[in-house]
């Protein structure tokens, strides 16, 4: 079983860009009162400056007159409201929400006072009459008046607009489709919004097993477990597509898996590495819809250079010669290899294993004086390896980004594991100028 990865610099994983921190959310409240739980909600500030992105939310939970206080650290830009679990009855409690950015968190919202039940009394989750516990914001937070009452009805009532305009066009854009592809009528275009995420959901189990960028930016390459090459445009949208092949055909078709894919530098051929231990190297052109050809079995001559570097099952990183047709051992660990990747300069290499482990090694380290050899222990297998300018993106089964500095310390983490709808990270690759990276999970690609 090979990981494949040549050496010239297609592959050069991004760093993060700072930003302003973002504002604090507003319209904080808390509903649905018991007696050791309770909710709260929020709701994004709608005079942000452009720019400050919000990728999640910290919630601060302080009890009054007692011991302890508990920080939630939501990120997901989706979510606006928050349980709060495992609290005494009949007690006082505050709670703030601060906005989490790519860089740092805003001032703390308004601070919310309320008070859970006792463990007879019974509440509806909502109630303001008199006689009633109610919820206040002790910054003085006044309910909606009538003015922004109908803002937000005119918002409401533009985004309905906009998303029927939207389903008409999907539809007309479908039935296009399927008049110009008798084969594939009734399925729709798969088309992506601009940012995240990257295409739409696959029908049936689709997880990524591994994707590539053209050198030239004009195509991104992804394969699932159907072992179908799908061929993206800048924009997200799906252009072509073929089917790869068995090292033989009396094995069958599902007797193999694809583990790693590579663009040429003029971007034309695209080199595919399966688990019964063949390398195809496919022509696909420079327009879409060209003949998909197999020009080489192994044996490619990159323009630039004759090498190509892969991990082995039993821990080896080996350099292969296409212009020899004979390979060697880099270096040897006791881990499976289950990821690789190369800095933007094509120099330098970095190893992710089975047991966690992140090593770095150089062919010339151009003067940076960065250290080789063991660099990081990440938490879980790092499936999904990047290496940045001036960080390394790495993520797995446990659903969590994790930028490492360049001697292995942790920049940022971003945790989906609260969101049920992610699954594992299983492979990242990254744009050839360093300004995106695309992490591959079970049917979606999240580009940071």
Known sequence: ???????????????????????????????????????????????????????????????QNGPGQRVIREVNTTTRACALWGLAEDS????????????????????????????????????????????????????????????????????????????????????????NNPKEKGKGPEQSPQGRPVGTRQDGAAK?????????????????????????????????????????????????????????????????????????????????GDKKVICNKFIQTWPAEYIIVFGLAEGKVRLANTKTNKSSTIYGTDSYVVSLTTNCSGKGILSGHADGTIVRYFFDDEGSGESQGKLVNHPCPPYALAWATSSIVAAGCDRKIVAYGKEGHVLQTFDYSRDPQEREFTTAAASPGGQSVVLGSYDRGRQL
Request: hydrophobic share 35%; charged share 20%; aromatic share 10%.
């Open 92 to 179: 006082d409690y505050t709670v703030q929400v601060r906005s989490i950015g790519l860089r740092g968190e805003s001032p703390p919202g308004p601070r919310v006072h309320f008070r859970t039940l006792k463990g007879s009394d019974r509440l509806p989750s909502s109630s303001s009459s008199p006689g009633d516990i109610t919820v206040e914001g002790l910054d003085g937070e006044q309910p909606l008046q009538t003015g922004e009452v109908v803002i937000i009805v005119v918002v409401l009532l533009m985004w309905a607009a906009v998303i029927g305009l939207f389903c008409r066009q999907y539809d007309i854009i479908k039935d296009n489709d399927s008049n």
């Open 208 to 288: 990524v097993t591994c994707m590539a960028w053209s050198h030239n930016n004009a195509k991104f390459a992804v394969c699932s477990v159907d072992r179908v090459v799908l061929l993206y445009d800048e924009h997200g949208e799906r252009r072509d597509k073929f089917s790869t092949k068995p090292a033989d055909v009396k094995y069958g078709r599902k007797s193999y898996m694809v583990k790693g894919m590579a663009f040429s530098p003029d971007s034309t051929r695209i080199a595919i590495g399966q688990t019964d231990n063949i390398i195809y190297v496919y022509k696909i052109g420079e327009d879409w």
């Open 1 to 63: 079983m090979a990981s494949l990865m040549p050496l010239s610099s297609y592959l050069s994983p991004t760093g993060f860009v700072r930003a302003d921190r973002p504002p604090s959310p507003v319209n904080v409240t808390v509903t649905h009162l018991r007696a050791n739980s309770a909710t709260v909600s929020w709701f994004p500030h709608w005079d942000a400056p452009e720019g400050n992105i919000v990728i999640g939310y910290s919630i601060s939970q302080q009890r």
